[in-house]
């Protein structure tokens, strides 16, 4: 019985070692198939492999770069006037196409929260919603309407609770300034937090801790 019990916990202790790197490696069999299977009309286009002398995964490497190349002269054009106008321009054509619209539009709103370095939300504040006792990761958006504060009797402000693991997709609350409870997690740790259900590889940004005085409507103050 000892034997089996312990087998078992070997088992299972070498599954918890070896399942992520197995998980890994098919994750980056799949990515680098589809990478090859996206460059390979470009490689066949501009016929690369000739000047790699017919070498695909030179050709390969090759295509990368010109790539990272294009996106970066494309990122750098876009930092200009002229570039904003351009640029602007032809992502307020695909906001006519209905199916493009949303698709693009969801895509562009998950890799700008994930790689942007600044944000136009205030901060990130924990809210009890949708019922008490539940909380979820709000990011403040800036002081509610007027009305809104007379009929809480308080300050508001608006609070955008995003969806897990799609940040783009959540709901827009005004929350009263005594509901709304500071987090010191920056907006990039929460996004990340949020897109990774809750597994993120820093303890310190996916650990959520209210104390009691956080809880306490008389005590918490939002600045």
Known sequence: MRIKTSLKSDFLAGLILVAPLLVTVVLFQVAFSWGT???APFIEGTRLATLTANNILLAQVLALVLF???????????????????LGGTGRVVTFIPVFRTIYGSIRGMVSSVTTRSSDFESVVYVEWPQD????LGLKTGDSPAGVEEVAGEEAYNVFVPGSPNPTQGSLILVPE???????LSVRAAIRLLMTTGMTESEEESVIQLSEEELADEDVSTP
């Open 37 to 39: 299977g996206f460059l």
């Open 68 to 86: 990272v190349a294009v996106v970066t002269v494309v990122g750098a054009v876009a930092q200009w006037s002229v570039g904003k106008r351009l």
């Open 133 to 136: 006792g539940i909380y979820r």
């Open 178 to 184: 005594s509901q709304a409870y500071e987090s010191e």
